[in-house]
């Protein structure tokens, strides 16, 4: 089975920074070959699109309301996909998604996703 794995939530005070990591798991690949993507979803909200990095790194998307605090990043060395977070705020609070697309464009739809994570969660305190 092809999937996700997401790392690095924790609890975490308002103002502080995390690191979520994202990396294949189960029937492995190379993400270099794939758009990827963040997703979020707070308690009873729907899932939101966070931010994006096409095949190939060549397109970078960010929700408006996530431009400079979040940044993405991959390592296609160590296959990974990153996001930081910096100035958490307790509205942060959600559990993060990683997704991923073959040769996909970085599309900030959830339906253009075929390969999904389980989530890591992030809480931040005030």
């Known amino acids: 089975q092809v999937q996700l794995t997401e790392s690095g939530g924790d609890a975490v005070q308002a103002g502080g920074s995390l690191k979520l990591s994202c990396a294949p798991s189960?029937?492995?690949?190379?993400?270099?070959?794939?758009?990827m993507a963040w997703f979020r979803q707070a308690f009873e909200k729907e899932r939101e699109f966070v931010a994006a990095?096409?095949?190939?790194?060549?397109?970078?998307t960010y929700a408006d309301s996530m431009r400079g605090r979040f940044t993405i990043s991959r390592d296609n060395v160590k296959n990974v996909f990153y996001l930081q977070i910096n100035n958490l705020k307790p509205e942060d609070t959600a559990v993060y998604f990683c997704?991923?697309?073959?040769?996909?464009?970085?599309?900030?739809?959830?339906?253009?996703?075929?390969?999904w994570g389980q989530g890591t969660q992030v809480y931040v305190s005030s």
């Open positions: 997704a991923a697309e073959f040769r996909g464009s970085g599309s900030n739809s959830q339906r253009s996703y075929d390969i």
């Open positions: 990095d096409s095949w190939g790194g060549g397109t970078t």
């Open positions: 189960g029937h492995s690949f190379s993400i270099n070959t794939y758009a």
